[in-house]
């Protein structure tokens, strides 16, 4: 079968891969369309693979709220140039969508399932490396679920750099979990409460506050008091509840969630490419070896 223009412009169209390799993938299946997807997610997946052993630590968190239900989650690439793709960002949403629709239970699970055009998520992903150039990976995501007299708090911190989610219980004042949610994004606390915080941690703590009070010079029989004082301080470090309210400084967060009458039952604080080793690129380095191929 002859492959005419509008056949590469159709077939374009619905892949984003370029004229040539359009063309290149019609005339190999003899004008099929549907052989000519496949030819082309094949040739996908082979660009994608060459990737696999590049780093993205660049990306964005989202967050989707459908009802009772929430999904917070990062997509990462290898710059944050391609993050502010807008094939990129269109990619985060349908992730997104069909993370909050799928309810998977694990990345594996996830990157397995298949999504509504017949793709796996894996495979959906690999598709957008080939059109977009980097390697594109699904690093984490949290669902979940709330009751009617409950509010999601979601909050994103410069176009996703940061996402923080909040389950607020007790209260229907979303605004309030939100505002909760922002100050989580600023401070980044580790835990809710005292309570969750490990008597192995707390002691640790006490020992070294000790030794300082004693390195000082101070009495010792003082510091027992000095040490109890300081750890009041780590527990306003560490601990949500403790810490004063960003928006009210007078005010403790746990004051102002009783104050719309919640209780912070849960939050979860995505920054991109945390705990990712970036690697170091010296750039002079890398211009002087394009210059010495040439």
């Known amino acids: 079968m002859a492959v ?8 374009r169209e619905k892949t984003g891969a370029g004229m040539m390799d359009c063309k290149k993938a019609l005339v190999q299946t003899d004008g099929d369309i549907d052989a000519a997807l496949d030819f082309l997610r094949e040739k ?23 009802g009772n239900e929430a999904v917070i989650y990062e997509v990462n690439a290898e710059t944050d140039f391609v993050a502010k793709n807008e094939g990129f960002q269109t990619l ?8 909050l629709a799928t309810k998977p239970a694990t990345i594996d699970e996830a990157n397995a399932s298949t999504m509504s055009n017949g793709l796996s998520v894996a495979d959906h992903i690999s598709n957008a490396i080939a059109k977009i150039g980097e390697k594109i990976t699904l690093r984490r995501f949290e669902i979940r679920t709330k009751s009617d007299n409950d509010s999601f708090g979601p909050y994103l911190h410069m176009g996703g750099r940061i996402g923080v989610l909040v389950v607020l219980e007790g209260s229907s004042d979303s605004q309030a979990a939100r505002d909760i949610a ?15 915080v490990s008597a192995d941690e707390v002691e640790r703590e006490r020992k070294v506050l000790t030794e300082q009070a004693l390195n000082e010079g101070k009495p010792e ?5 000095m040490v109890e004082g300081r750890l009041g301080k780590y527990f306003e470090d560490i601990c949500l509840l403790d810490q004063a309210f960003v928006k009210n400084s007078d005010q403790k967060v746990r004051e102002f969630a009783a104050s719309v009458g919640g209780t912070v039952a849960e939050f979860i604080r995505y920054e991109v490419g945390e705990g990712i080793e970036k690697r170091e690129d010296n750039f002079a380095d890398e211009v002087m070896s394009q210059v010495n191929k040439k």
């Open 92 to 99: 985060v949403k349908e992730i997104g969508e069909h993370l």
């Open 44 to 66: 996908g997946l082979s660009s994608a693979s060459k990737k696999a052993d590049r780093i993205a630590a660049e990306g964005i968190t989202s967050i989707l709220e459908e």
């Open 221 to 225: 029989k003082i510091v027992e008091k």
């Open 182 to 196: 922002m100050h989580i994004a600023a401070l980044n606390p580790k835990y809710i409460s005292r309570d969750e």
């Open 4 to 11: 005419t223009a509008q056949m590469v412009k159709e077939l």
